[in-house]
DNA sequence: GCCGTTTTCGGCCCGACTGTTTTCAGTCG
């Protein structure tokens, strides 16, 4: 059983719980329970099996180890079923419309009999909703704005989409002269691989000016609420975007606040309430007097922390690494010497050898590695031996035609079904560069699909596994596989592990990195481009290698062409 | 239900906005 399915299970109880009216603690306890089994690096079935404590997990104690436990072995827990037979079924899907909450969505139950979204929404367009005290036609209007939402989307963007929206909001933003200051925050400044929506901070002269600008920006579609402190809008594309008003001294409160995680701002305000302090937007407090709130510098410093950068704070370690001055010297764009994962023509590219390479040396790259597909890929006209064999040594003249940019011969090869490789080994073993990847038979049982890349891993002729679990964010599942076992492999054989930039892939996924690295294994960044402007997805790959806790040294890409020539020759473990 | 550098009992993160109130509950982030 999978951690996620774990943790569904107690939000599942906390659900069920906020129903009941029963105590928020304990509601509390049980959603920071599901937090932690979610975000844990590791499976909480293996970390059963050899026998770790896991109370001694934050937010999980006796009891709620004694309910993994009970999970783990039954699939659910009497806990749950219990709750589940005194409410209906579908009251907790209720409670999940916007608008909603567990007290309106018991109401409606109760007075109206409303036990399904279809009946809510017959509900809202029949008026019934004001009949009840506390309602009335602007909350029905309301929730049905909100059901609309629901059916469209999962109500998530690809950060790469949010980043175009702000790109556009931020040169509008900047152009104003009542706005001082702009940043954003939330899950987009954590670099989260998809964004539900936008928080957006903001200094101004004049607010009821930076107001009217604001919702003068031509691409907002609703204006959901406004007020002195904040404005709420909706963009195309159903974004929403919070504006909030800060005063210079509150700014750095706001920042933290507003980035979270959640968990990672609740976290923090357990240390501050241990000194009697208290930490919201606007500030750290002792009593009525201000400690610190320009800077979040200053409020970690203050919280005897270091500053944590933002792609950390997910209550995963990082404020304890913080207090020991441990926080690791992540990974930034500027360490990156060359890009080891691009398509050109050749298979399924835009572009040509040239043009690729041109693009490269005008992002100041030392070296580019070309990797088309082999044959497998027929629907990307995948290589055999002979143009594989012809390819590479188009690659390599018009290497040496060059002299500030290093092309790499390479491939991308498929790992076909058995773990073989779609190409002779012989040609391979000739080539500057292999990644091997998986494009198909994603359903396989964990024992194989494991075996299969095992194998792959050990060919001997492998630099590197590109986008490990082939998942597409929202799109496709990954790939089922014992990674520990994957990772050790990688290990023994010195193969990187890709974390592939494609916005829709960002595989391997943050957690994984840090396991991955835990586990001795190496990696590399790569963008996977199909075309010139691809080449630019570089910092999203980047995003997800700090949000797993990476530095420099554990990605073989931030190495200068000449220390990677030296490595890729030395033999094969190292 | 969790947690402990004043605690094994008694706390538990904090504020804005809306709608329908006429002082606040519910929801949201």
């Excluded at 304990?26 to 909480?44: D, E, H, W």
């Amino acid at each position: 059983m999978e951690n996620a399915q774990i943790a569904d299970i107690f939000d599942e109880v906390a659900d069920l719980l906020e129903l009941s009216e029963a105590d928020q603690f304990r509601i509390r306890s049980y959603r920071s329970a599901a937090q932690t089994v979610r975000g844990l690096p590791r499976r909480m079935e293996d970390m059963v099996r050899s026998g770790e404590r896991l109370s001694d997990l934050p937010h999980i104690g006796k009891s709620t180890a004694e309910k993994i436990d009970e999970i783990l072995r039954t699939g659910t827990c009497a806990r749950l079923k219990e709750l589940q037979k005194k409410l209906p079924a579908g009251l907790t899907a209720l409670m999940k419309v916007p608008q909603l909450g567990p007290r309106r969505a018991k109401l409606l139950y109760d007075k109206l009999g409303v036990r399904t979204i279809e009946e809510l929404k017959a509900a809202c367009e029949q008026g019934r909703l004001r009949e009840i005290p506390s309602l009335g036609a602007k909350t029905e209007q309301n929730i049905l704005r909100g059901l609309a939402t629901i059916g469209t989307s999962s109500g998530r963007m690809l950060l790469k989409a949010a980043a175009d929206h702000v790109e556009a909001l931020g040169r509008y933003l900047s152009g104003n002269k009542s706005i001082k200051r702009w940043e954003v925050a939330g899950s987009f400044r954590r670099r989260s691989e998809t964004v539900g929506d936008l928080d957006i901070l903001i200094e101004a002269g004049d607010r009821s000016a930076a107001t009217e600008a604001i919702l003068k920006y031509p691409g907002i579609e609703t204006v959901l609420s406004r007020g002195p402190e904040r404005v709420t809008v909706q963009l195309g594309g159903a974004l929403q975007v919070d504006f909030r008003f800060f005063e210079p001294e509150a700014f750095g409160a706001a920042l933290l606040y507003f980035t979270g995680s959640k968990s990672h701002n609740i976290a923090l305000r357990r240390l501050v309430q241990k000194r009697k302090w208290k930490l919201n937007e606007y500030g750290l407090f002792s009593g009525r007097r201000r400690l610190a709130g320009a800077s979040e510098e200053e409020l970690y410093r203050k919280l005897g922390l270091e500053w944590i950068p933002p792609e950390l704070r997910e209550d995963r370690g990082e404020i304890d690494a913080a207090a020991h001055k441990a926080i690791p010297d992540l990974i930034e764009l500027k360490d990156i010497c060359g890009d080891l994962h691009s398509h050109t023509k050749a298979t399924d590219g835009a572009h040509s050898l040239q043009e690729m390479a041109d693009a490269a040396r005008a992002r100041g790259y030392e070296y580019l590695a070309v990797t088309d597909h082999s044959k497998a890929v027929s629907v990307a006209k995948g290589l055999d031996e002979s143009r594989l064999k012809k390819h590479a040594r188009e690659i390599r003249k018009l290497n040496s035609s060059m002299k500030d940019l290093w092309l790499l011969a390479g491939v991308e090869v498929d790992i076909l079904k058995d773990g073989r490789l779609d190409l002779d080994e012989d040609v391979l073993a000739e080539l500057d560069w292999v990644v091997a990847s998986v494009h198909s038979h994603f359903d396989m049982s964990k024992t194989e699909m494991t075996r299969r890349l095992v194998r792959a891993i050990e060919s001997g002729v492998v630099h590197c596994i590109g986008h490990a679990s082939s998942r597409l964010i929202g799109r496709r599942s990954p790939i089922d596989a014992d990674w520990d076992e994957v990772f050790a492999a990688c290990r023994r054989h010195g193969v990187r592990l890709e974390i592939n930039a494609q916005p829709d892939r960002l595989d391997l996924r943050d957690n994984y990195c840090q396991r991955a690295k835990e586990a001795g294994a190496g990696f590399v960044i790569s963008t996977d481009a199909h075309k010139l402007s691809d080449l630019e997805f570089m910092p999203f790959g980047i995003g997800v290698a700090r949000r797993g806790w990476l530095e420099p040294r554990d990605v073989l890409n931030t190495l200068p062409a000449a220390e990677l020539r030296r490595v890729l020759k030395a033999p094969a473990g190292r």
